[in-house]
């Protein structure tokens, strides 16, 4: 059972198919653009096909439990071949090494063959191997036969290239997994002058709380002479234990960064109308005038009058009406109080009329001067603490691959074989790449010639 299972996780075929199961999900996390709002989602989806691609996880699709079960199950498979294929090629690399009959009898077909026979004496060939092919690995005699046998091998080491790519691709599936676990996506709208210390899961809009405060200093949009928006600036500032620590502009492309959290400018816009701009004269003193943003709802005193207002919306306005009034309270009594009705009054202003909006309580003059916005800035707010993870594993991965691919292995063996009482000695040389590589037949090719000159054989 045991040897079942190790077989199944080791296998090529199952490596194979994972990896194109992670890519089929990799194009469809492509196809449907991740990270938007749930609401975004179901504007652009519509409440059905939401709910469907929701249930499948395509919404968040590098969080899913399939895509997490995929690449758990790449991480075991990778481990699992490795282990089983490392001894061998510790063998192979560090010994005991193979004899030239235990290579021949694999018939490798990469493999290359050559034989012929030199009169020179057993250690005036072997003098020659070795200026050839350079000092072997292993150097053996038979004691009866008088046999000789050469063993060479090159750039073995870079079959350890393998296993620290299929490390480096752990590492990078670690990584992934580590940042889904503890990295967060996120956005928040800050209004001008306010701060927060909460923002909002871009996947399910749940609150997750910040590890500083962040505060809008200023908002500013730029526009080119056309009318079209050049660059969108936010001034934040990161507060932390009650003191500012950092203050930056950021745009697009120009994030804030602060311990391993980043800010990205996303979005600008402003609130509906929250406030209305009273200009409050008084009839019988020219000097004074008081500028107040009126929250609907909220009491404003205006002591040297004696007054306490109210400004109040109407429920069910007429169209030729104005939509708000001002309620005026008798300080000792809350629930006393006058309403007073705005007026429409046309004045001409560079031969325009333009309509007057006021109300008049005694000598105290209610000027309505338009409607107070409040502009917010988007962010967005990330944490990936484990991308650097991720970026050491694909450097890893690109320099194992590298010397996987372009650095071919080989081994070489060269059997000596006195004949004829030691008059001629005969010689087999095999020669058994791991790539198929042109450049190693035309070497080989050289190396024989260069041996059978130097024997005296051409």
């Known amino acids: 059972m045991l040897s079942k299972l190790n077989s199944f996780f080791s296998s090529v075929k199952l490596a194979i198919f994972l990896f194109i199961s992670i890519a089929v999900v990799s194009i469809i996390g492509t196809f449907i653009n991740q990270g938007n709002t749930m609401a975004q989602y179901k504007i652009i989806y519509g409440a059905k096909v939401f709910a469907t691609l929701y249930w499948l996880g395509f919404l968040n699709i590098y969080n899913s439990w399939y895509f997490i079960g995929l690449a758990a199950l790449l991480m075991i498979n990778l481990l699992t071949a490795s282990i089983n294929r490392f001894p061998r090629t510790l063998s192979a690399v560090f010994g005991p090494y193979p004899s030239f009959k235990e290579a021949a009898e694999k018939k490798s077909p990469k493999a290359v063959y050559e034989s012929f026979e030199s009169k020179q004496g057993i250690f005036e060939v072997v003098s020659v191997l070795k200026g050839v092919f350079g000092s072997p690995l292993k150097e053996s005699n038979a004691p009866v036969s008088g046999e000789k046998e050469l063993y060479y091998s090159k750039n073995s080491i870079f079959r350890f290239s393998s296993y620290i790519a299929h490390l480096s691709v752990i590492i990078i599936i670690i990584g992934v997994l580590l940042t889904v676990k503890y990295g967060f996506r996120s956005y928040t709208n800050i209004k001008v002058g306010e701060k927060t210390n909460v923002s909002y899961l871009i996947e399910n809009n749940k609150p997750i709380k910040l590890p500083f405060t962040i505060r809008l200093d200023k908002y500013e949009t730029k526009y080119y002479p056309d009318g079209i928006p050049k660059s969108y600036i936010s001034k934040i500032s990161i507060i932390k234990r009650h003191t500012r620590v950092l203050t930056k502009d950021i745009k697009v492309n120009h994030p804030l960064t602060y311990n391993g959290i980043t800010i990205y400018q996303s979005s600008y816009g402003h609130y509906k109308p929250a406030a209305a701009r009273l200009l409050v004269l008084n009839l019988k003193n020219r000097n004074y005038k008081r500028a107040i943003d009126a929250r609907p709802g909220t009491f404003y005193d205006l002591k040297k009058e004696n007054i306490r207002f109210k400004f109040t919306l109407k429920k069910n306005p007429k169209k030729s009406e104005v939509p708000f009034f001002i309620a005026v309270y008798n300080n000792k009594n809350k629930k ?107 070497k080989f090719g050289e190396k024989i010639a260069n041996i059978k000159n130097k024997l005296n054989l051409i």
């Open 336 to 442: 006393d109080f006058q309403k007073l009705n705005f007026n429409i009054l046309p004045v001409k202003n560079h031969n325009h009329k333009v309509p007057l909006i006021f109300a008049k309580y005694q000598n105290t003059v209610f000027l309505y001067n338009g409607i107070k916005n409040y502009y917010y800035s988007g962010v967005e707010i990330t944490k990936n603490s484990y991308t650097s993870v991720v970026w050491v594993g694909s450097i890893i991965l690109i320099i194992a691959l590298f010397f996987s691919f372009f650095f071919n292995q080989q081994e070489t063996w060269a059997r000596l074989m006195p004949k004829n009482g030691g008059e001629v000695v005969g010689v087999e040389i095999l020669s058994i790449p791991r790539k198929k590589f042109p450049s190693f037949y035309r």
